[in-house]
């Protein structure tokens, strides 16, 4: 079983930057694939970076050069960076753990960016 626990959310101006984490319990995190997904108001939940190790990353093209996925083992922690943030950024952002058939959700942090 693994908690995640999510923060680092807010609001921002737009072109503004926030560092989301994700800090997860339990044993074997480093064998977990951990995700950001994010859902605004009406839509449906989004995948926008995943990362198994530093090498081993997968972002979706609405975030390519804004957002960066990282991890830190040591501390069973993830973290995205976010940077040049739209207002269309604005939505509720989730951690995802995911191992085989197991996967695990954080409970949310919400992020707007407005002026």
């Known amino acids: 079983q693994v908690q995640l626990v999510e923060s680092g959310g807010g609001l921002v101006q737009p072109g503004g930057s926030l560092r989301l984490s994700c800090a997860a319990s339990?044993?074997?995190?480093?064998?977990?694939?951990m995700g950001w997904y994010r859902q605004a108001p009406g839509k449906q939940r989004e995948l926008g970076a995943q990362?198994?190790?530093?090498?081993?990353?997968n972002y979706a093209d609405f975030v390519k050069g804004r957002f960066t996925i990282s991890r830190d083992n040591a501390k069973n922690t993830v973290y995205l960076q976010l940077n040049s943030l739209k207002p269309e950024d604005t939505a509720v952002y989730y951690c995802?753990?995911?191992?085989?058939?197991?996967?695990?959700w954080g409970q949310g942090t919400q992020v707007t960016v407005s002026s």
């Open positions: 990362i198994l190790s530093a090498d081993t990353t």
């Open positions: 339990g044993s074997s995190f480093s064998l977990y694939v």
């Open positions: 995802n753990a995911k191992y085989r058939i197991r996967s695990y």
